[in-house]
């Protein structure tokens, strides 16, 4: 069984920084496929950033280019979002997945198999 938790969500000023880790653990396969989406009140859940199994190639959504940076340790099964120039509009649930199917960064939720709990990120004004 599968298992992500993810950590390092909180409260920041608009113009922060804070770095989201998800450890994964239950891993049978080789290396997954991992993303990061987020959810904030009321709206539908949205792709945040991607990380592909092999290559490391990375995908971000308009919205987040140039302020977030997706990474991971696979020594270690963990996932990163390093989130820079935060805005209040960042504000939201954030929650890592892992997929297999796909080699590529998927920007699909439904794509993915495993889900963490979600952190809270909170920017305010």
């Known amino acids: 069984q599968v298992l992500l938790v993810e950590s390092g969500g909180g409260l920041v000023q608009a113009g922060g920084s804070l770095r989201l880790s998800c450890a994964a653990s239950?891993?049978?396969?080789?290396?997954?496929?991992m993303a990061w989406f987020r959810q904030a009140p009321g709206e539908e859940r949205e792709f945040v950033a991607a990380?592909?199994?092999?290559?490391?190639?990375?995908s971000y959504a308009d919205s987040v280019k140039g302020r977030f940076t997706v990474s991971r340790d696979n020594a270690k099964n963990t996932l990163f979002l390093q989130m820079n120039s935060l805005k209040p509009e960042d504000t939201a649930v954030y929650y890592c997945?892992?997929?297999?199917?796909?080699?590529?960064?998927?920007?699909?939720?439904?794509?993915?198999?495993?889900w963490g709990q979600g952190t809270q990120v909170t920017v305010s004004s």
């Open positions: 990380i592909g199994r092999i290559s490391g190639s990375t």
């Open positions: 239950g891993l049978t396969f080789s290396t997954p496929a």
């Open positions: 997945a892992a997929q297999y199917l796909y080699v590529e960064p998927l920007k699909s939720a439904a794509g993915y198999a495993y």
